[in-house]
């Protein structure tokens, strides 16, 4: 039966009850309608109407489910699924709905794959070329610098000095920029050096305090596995430097059934409610590529952020 006419039937159903229930009450109507008469009458309509409303908004119960998750699906976080139940039509509909989802988040990994390998490679290849161009250059003045301090006369020597130190300090931020555009320890040392090496880097630059807790036994993940754990570290931990106006910040890497859990935390005053920015979107980004999931949590005590990457990753 389509759906037209399970709606019909309910209606139909309902209007011939009502009609036999009046037809055999021991009930006359008369003219002009008595008090009493109105009352019964008045009842009976209001059970019809009830009735008729119970079985139809129960009939299309599945559509307002399927609205709902229409309206709150997210690209990011696609998680969500209808139980295929209901009429048949509603059933055909959710179910295309659900393959929907479920292309879209093919899709959505396919790309979302493709756009992070070419931004891992762009980054490579800056941080390439700031070391071995930029560094180089400047390594060059810097000794040249040096050269021309021991020659020059007295009055000269301490500026080229300070200008060699300048120097020294300029090719140490490059190589910083480098390090954290494409991290080499990740490739050659794995996963907790290159953690270990950021929360260092982290609390020396900012002057924060930085607690870590890095577990020895985690599980081998995939190069994607570790490099998404390792960026959602990084921009946690470059949001708390920008915005948090945290004194102190927890990072906290464990094992997690198979997988790997990631957690950040900071003694801030929470996110305020403004449409999140490329870096918390560019997490969830990292999160859907290994279909992990991501959590965070704000509140007047801080910010949480936690990420779960499985072992196939």
Do not use: C, K
Not at 96 to 124: G, K, W, Y
Not at 281 to 306: D, K, N, P, Q
């Amino acid at each position: 039966m389509s759906f037209a006419w399970r709606i019909f039937a309910v209606n139909a159903a309902v209007f011939v009850a009502g009609t036999a229930i009046l037809a055999l009450a021991p009930v006359t109507v008369h003219s002009p309608i008595t008090a009493t008469e109105a009352i019964v009458l008045v009842a009976g309509l209001g059970l019809m109407l009830a009735v008729n409303q119970a079985l139809v908004w129960r009939s299309l119960a599945p559509l307002g489910r399927l609205t709902g998750l229409m309206r709150s699906v997210d690209l990011l976080r696609m998680d969500g699924r209808l139980d295929v139940e209901g009429p048949s039509e509603v059933r055909v509909l959710v179910s295309v709905f659900n393959d929907m989802l479920d292309r879209l988040e093919r899709e959505r990994h396919e790309s979302s794959h493709r756009a992070v390998h070419a931004q891992e490679e762009e980054r490579r290849r800056v941080a390439q070329e700031l070391h071995d161009e930029v560094g180089q250059s400047l390594t060059a003045v810097m000794l040249r610098l040096d050269r021309l301090a021991h020659r020059a006369p007295g009055e000269l020597r301490s500026e080229l000095s300070e200008a060699r130190e300048e120097t020294r300090q300029s090719l140490h931020d490059v190589r910083s920029i480098a390090q954290r555009l494409r991290p080499e320890v990740l490739d050659h040392l794995g996963l907790v050096a290159a953690l270990t090496s950021l929360v260092n880097g982290f609390g020396d630059r900012t002057g924060l305090r930085v607690r870590h807790t890095l577990a020895d036994d985690l599980p081998s993940l995939s190069p994607v596995g570790e490099l998404a754990v390792y960026r959602v570290a990084q921009e946690s931990l470059t949001n708390v430097a920008r915005h948090s106006e945290a004194t102190s910040v927890e990072v906290l890497v464990e094992r997690s059934g198979t997988g790997v859990r990631l957690a950040v935390r900071d003694d801030g005053h929470g996110l305020d409610d403004a449409v999140p920015g490329a870096g918390i979107r560019g997490m969830w980004e990292r999160a859907l590529l290994v279909r992990g999931g991501l959590t965070i949590r704000s509140s007047s005590a801080g910010v949480e952020v936690r990420l779960e990457v499985p072992g196939d990753a």
